[in-house]
């Protein structure tokens, strides 16, 4: 239906003025702002704006180009570089490998003791079945990761496991076992790097200096590995060959173990071991400069000639250099090798007594001191006269002590015996020490006072429990001590020590404590005479003088023998009779 042009024209007019009403209306109202996401969203569908393109494209061109040359300059820089420059760019790649590697090694060991002592052991009784179980499982686990991390970086990782073989009486037995296989077995090198090092310092390969050269090594230790060779004469001789980096990845090494040292200090406080390779630093270098360690070995044969059993192989100059060393080959066991021992017929007692006679004279007399005689630098052979002879292998450590810290080590362990405090007070300080009684025991490493034992309740069963925790208690106060010892006398306590672990690994068929008192005393003899002028030298009083002290001391020393041996017989009878517990450790303590 049509409607009228009148209506229509009014419809058409307020519709007009609806629409200018309402864009009136729309445009006069606030614009609203759009929320971040929103805007987020546009800018991310919109196209970038030209100039922002530019940067960036520029950006990825540079990076781009970075990782493609750089490998590549690299790359021809090594392959241009000499052999000696090829070398120090491997160490640092390598070096970065064996710090995550003794990193990962440390952590590991650490979460693992946490892991046994804090979850797996939480209620449970100490010493108890159980317990002793896990620790000894944790104990091999530990033992094992630092063997395989050790042979895997070498070098000075090696040496440090070497060095805590001779803590037996404070590491759980699973160590020692484990760790021995570090004393005369390391991870070898080819024939290659061998030959690369004998041209840098001779300016020839081997078969060109010797008549034969086997490149198969008989032996690989912690910084070198020792070859059989022949001389164009027909002598038989070993050649050391120091691993052709070690002397460029020192420092690095160095500093890596200071810091898993330091990780495992703050990690478990009793166990601060940080501050003896930083003072063992100049030592360790020494090791590295093989012209050094041959003149060390030429002075231990001057000073021990008087010793007919003692065998140092003779060096022959010619052929060694800072990291080639050539000396005469000599056969035999290890010093602690029992079967090898007994199969050549000799006595274990006399290899002990010769092994303590000839260490106690350096310590107590001559002052030059082999600070690494572990079993893998003492070997054993029949001599002429069919008794033992030892061989004195590896001296580069050596430890010199003057006179002064010489008599008043002598004097020390006199007044051990003879019980003066007075003179123990006194001698302890002149080495430096304050606490002279710990001290003593850590010299001596047994008890001092044994008197006590007799006029105390030690044996009674809360006694004998309270004394093997002190044991524990103490080991925070012995680490005092060490730190406060003058630098020498860490090396000292490392050689007494490790010739004690060996004297207990034959089985102790010589009264160590015994024999080491008596050397005190006769080097302090001879250094007092030679100390007195020439005049009174032959004089008879002093003569008199030192016979009198000598009986004395004789006597002192043997009635503390007897009363150790007797109060180790009494703590067996008692532990068999039920009046105290069966205690192995001490017992095998005192006795040894």
């Not at 089985?507 to 024999?515: Q, T």
Request: include cysteine; glycine fraction near 6%; aromatic fraction near 8%.
């Amino acid at each position: 239906m049509l409607l009228p042009r009148v209506t229509l024209c009014r419809l058409l007019t307020l519709q007009s003025q609806l629409c200018h009403f309402h864009s009136v209306l729309r445009h006069s109202r606030p614009k609203l702002q759009p929320s971040p996401a929103v805007v987020l969203r546009r800018n991310l569908r919109a196209p970038p704006a030209r100039w922002f393109w530019r940067p960036q494209s520029l950006w990825r061109k540079v990076l781009s180009a970075t990782a493609v040359g750089v490998p590549l300059l690299l790359g021809a820089r090594y392959f241009t570089a000499k052999p000696q420059e090829k070398r120090r760019m491997r160490l640092v790649a390598d070096g970065a490998g064996r710090f995550c590697r003794s990193l990962r090694v440390g952590l590991k060991i650490s979460l693992d003791y946490w892991w046994c002592t804090n979850v797996l052991l939480r209620g449970v009784e100490e010493n108890s079945p159980g317990y002793l179980e896990v620790m000894s499982a944790c104990h091999q686990r530990a033992a094992d990761a630092l063997v395989a991390g050790a042979i895997s970086n070498g070098g000075l990782y090696v040496k440090l496991g070497q060095g805590l073989c001779s803590f037996n009486h404070l590491l759980p037995p699973e160590y020692i076992r484990t760790l021995r296989v570090l004393e005369d077995r390391a991870l070898t090198r080819g024939f290659q790097e061998v030959d690369e090092l004998f041209l840098e310092d001779f300016q020839a390969p081997p078969h060109k200096l010797f008549q034969e050269f086997d490149y198969q090594p008989v032996a690989a230790a912690s910084l070198a590995q020792v070859h059989r060779a022949r001389l164009h004469d027909g002598t038989a001789v070993a050649v050391k060959v120091q691993y052709i980096d070690l002397q460029d990845r020192f420092d690095g090494d160095i500093h890596t173990l200071e810091l898993l040292l330091r990780l495992v200090e703050f990690m478990h406080p009793s166990f601060g071991f940080s501050w003896v390779l930083q003072d063992l630093k100049g030592t360790l270098a020494q090791e590295l400069d093989f012209e050094n360690e041959g003149r060390n070995a030429e002075r231990c044969a001057r000073d021990l000639k008087q010793f007919h059993y003692i065998v140092v192989p003779r060096v022959h100059w010619d052929t060694s250099s800072k990291r080639v060393l050539t000396a005469e080959f000599c056969e035999g066991c290890k010093v602690n090798d029992l079967e090898a021992i007994k199969s050549m017929g000799l006595a274990v007692k006399d290899i002990a007594e010769k092994l303590i006679q000839a260490f106690a004279e350096q310590i107590f007399y001559t002052g030059f001191i082999h600070s690494d005689p572990h079993p893998g630098n003492v070997l054993v052979r029949k001599g002429p006269d069919g008794k033992a002879q030892l061989v004195l292998l590896d001296h580069g450590l050596y430890q010199f002590l003057d006179k002064k810290d010489r008599s008043a080590l002598c004097q020390l362990w006199r007044a051990i015996i003879l019980r003066d405090d007075a003179a123990m007070k006194a001698h302890a300080a002149a080495l430096g020490v304050q606490d002279y009684f710990l001290f003593s025991e850590v010299l001596m490493q047994r008890p001092v006072r044994l008197g006590q034992l007799w006029r105390s309740h030690l044996l009674s069963r809360e006694e004998a429990a309270y004394m093997q925790a002190m044991a524990r208690e103490h080991f925070e106060d012995i680490m005092a001590v060490l730190k406060a010892l003058p630098r020498p006398m860490l090396l000292v306590l490392r050689n007494v020590n490790t010739v004690r672990a060996i004297n207990a690994a034959l089985g102790a068929p010589v009264d160590r404590y015994f024999l080491m008192a008596k050397s005190a005393v006769r080097g302090w003899s001879r250094l007092a005479g030679e100390a007195q002028p020439s005049v009174h030298r032959t004089s008879l009083w002093r003569h008199a003088r030192v016979a009198w002290e000598t009986l004395k001391f004789e006597v002192a020393l043997r009635l503390e023998t007897l009363s150790m041996r007797l109060t180790a017989l009494l703590v067996r009878v008692l532990a068999h009779l039920g009046l105290m517990p069966s205690t192995k450790e001490l017992y095998e303590y005192l006795e040894t």
